[in-house]
C-alpha cells in the first residue's frame, strides 16, 4: 500500500527542445520538478493536504502527480496548459488539468470552471482555487506544461 502525500505545489512552466521529448523534458525541469519520477494520478488532493510552494522534492523519487501538458512544432502556435486545486473546507479536494492551442488567460478561465463543476457535481462546498498555468509560442518544438506534485 502506498502512503498517502501530505505536502502539494502547484507549477506550471513552458519551454523549447530539440524534439518533442526534449521539449517535455525542458518544461519539467523549468517547473521544478525534471528530476523526479512522476506517477500520474487522477484527480484527488488527500485531506489535510499542505501547501508548500517550496517544497523540495529528492531527485529519482517517484511522485505521485496531477498534470496537463501540450507539445507542438507548428511554429508561430501559441499553447498552453494549466492546473487548479479546488480546496474543501473540511475534506479532499479536487485537481483539474488542462492543455490546449489558447493562451495562458483562456487555460485557468477553463481550469476554474473546471473545478467549479467538479465541487458542484460532488455538492461540496468551495473553499480557494490554487492556479498556475503557462504559454508558450512555439519557435521550433514547445512544450507547456501544468502539475500538481504531491508528496509525504
Not at 519520477?37 to 484527480?43: E, H
Not at 523519487?61 to 473540511?90: H, R, W
Not at 490546449?100 to 457535481?121: D, L, R, S
Request: aromatic share 6%.
Amino acid at each position: 500500500m502506498l502512503p498517502t502525500p501530505k505536502k502539494y505545489f502547484v507549477t506550471a512552466a513552458a519551454a523549447e527542445g530539440k524534439t518533442k521529448l526534449t521539449a517535455f523534458d525542458n518544461a519539467l525541469l523549468k517547473a521544478r520538478v525534471g528530476n523526479i519520477n512522476l506517477i500520474r494520478v487522477s484527480s484527488i488532493l488527500p485531506p489535510n493536504t499542505e501547501y508548500d510552494p517550496d517544497l523540495i522534492i529528492p531527485p529519482g523519487s517517484l511522485v505521485p502527480t496531477a498534470y496537463g501538458s501540450i507539445v507542438s512544432d507548428v511554429p508561430g502556435e501559441t499553447i498552453a496548459a494549466a492546473v487548479g486545486v479546488g480546496i474543501s473546507e473540511d475534506d479532499f479536494g479536487v485537481i483539474m488539468e488542462f492543455s490546449g492551442k489558447c493562451t495562458k488567460e483562456e487555460a485557468e478561465k477553463a481550469i476554474e470552471q473546471m473545478v467549479k463543476e467538479a465541487f458542484e457535481v460532488r455538492q461540496k462546498p468551495l473553499k480557494e482555487i490554487k492556479i498556475a498555468a503557462a504559454e508558450h509560442t512555439v519557435v521550433n518544438i514547445g512544450c507547456a506544461l501544468a502539475a500538481v506534485p504531491m508528496w509525504y
